[in-house]
């Protein structure tokens, strides 16, 4: 397939310059020569090379890995529940996460990232758990429209606890950032705790990746090839977990990439999971650091939530997918 041939070096390439223009372009343009040092020969009494390594390097990787993570995480919840709209943001994942980051913020005034990581996992936890009892009865799970429903109900009643939480303990200025989506905040501590995790995430979806192709096509498929429908579920949903989980603990409840990303891959490298999780990955990376560069340049020297700009994207895609009978 030429496409496919095409696609994997050309976004990869389109990555690696995102990821320089992105240590480069923030309030203050930084030099190519400050980028260079900062990368190669470190130079700590220099300001603008400070700037690169301690602000805007974990930045950038820390998109990579919430792109990809984000985009894999929806290709893998699409193919599990037969739902072409189906996203962590959408079925209430991100929102069930961000609430276990606010029961954290309430209990803890300055909550360490591994405590902040955890609480976002237990909540990401539970609503992988209420989509997956609903997804295998069969009755239900067939439908995408009930999907669908089911995560809007799930995200909304997230996000009203959420959002009394932060209205009871006054938890404004912690909680604005993940509630509008951002990469700003994020450390070099934060990435060193993160990378693993989403690492195992991505590596446990390719492996699970064909297993899935049959699952897409249907559960009798699947039993018919001597493949368990209900254990490459649970399978996905871990992974989901720790993509979605680690995601949402850097930057917040981002929706989107998720239900866009795949989409576009798929054109491109068909619907083979074995290619569609690894071109999710790296198409999910590069439209992420885009989208956060774009946050940087559209009204400096402020920034507009990444979240924001992914939106604006992400909401005439969905209208296009229902428009097209996607539902």
């Not at 109900?153 to 938890?171: E, K, P, R, T």
């Amino acid at each position: 397939m030429t496409e496919r041939k095409v696609f994997f070096p050309i976004v990869i390439l389109g990555l690696v310059i995102a990821m320089f223009l992105s240590l480069r372009y923030g309030a203050v343009t930084s030099k190519w020569t400050d980028v260079s040092q900062a990368l190669l020969h470190f130079n700590a009494s220099n300001q603008g090379e400070q700037l690169v390594r301690y602000l805007r390097l974990p930045r950038m990787i820390g998109a990579v890995l919430v792109g990809a993570g984000f985009a894999v995480s929806g290709a893998l919840m699409q193919g599990i529940t037969s739902n072409p709209i189906a996203d962590s943001g959408l079925l209430g994942i991100n929102s069930g996460a961000s609430l276990g980051l606010a029961l954290i913020f309430a209990l803890t005034a300055n909550p360490a990232p591994i405590v902040g990581l955890a609480g976002s996992f237990l909540g990401a936890l539970v609503a992988i758990l209420l989509i997956y009892l609903v997804s295998t009865r069969v009755s239900f799970g067939l439908s995408p429209v009930r999907i669908v429903l089911l995560g809007a109900a799930l995200s909304a009643f997230f996000s009203a606890i959420s959002q009394s939480i932060n209205l009871m303990f006054d938890l404004n200025q912690s909680m604005t950032f993940w509630f509008v989506g951002g990469t700003s905040n994020i450390t070099w501590e934060q990435v060193r705790i993160i990378f693993p995790i989403v690492l195992i995430g991505l590596i446990g979806s390719c492996m699970i990746s064909s297993q899935v192709t049959l699952l897409s096509l249907g559960d009798e498929t699947a039993l018919n090839l001597g493949r368990n429908p209900n254990r490459i579920r649970r399978l996905s949903m871990f992974c989901v977990l720790l993509l979605a989980g680690s995601a949402v603990s850097l930057v917040g409840t981002i929706s989107f990439i998720g239900l866009i990303v795949p989409h576009i891959v798929r054109y491109f490298v068909g619907h083979d999971y074995r290619y569609v999780v690894p071109a999710s990955a790296v198409f999910g990376a590069l439209f992420f650091v885009v989208a956060d560069v774009a946050s940087r340049l559209v009204a400096p020297p402020l920034e507009t939530p990444t979240g924001v700009i992914i939106t604006i994207i992400g909401v005439p895609f969905l209208l296009l997918q229902i428009r097209k009978g996607s539902l």
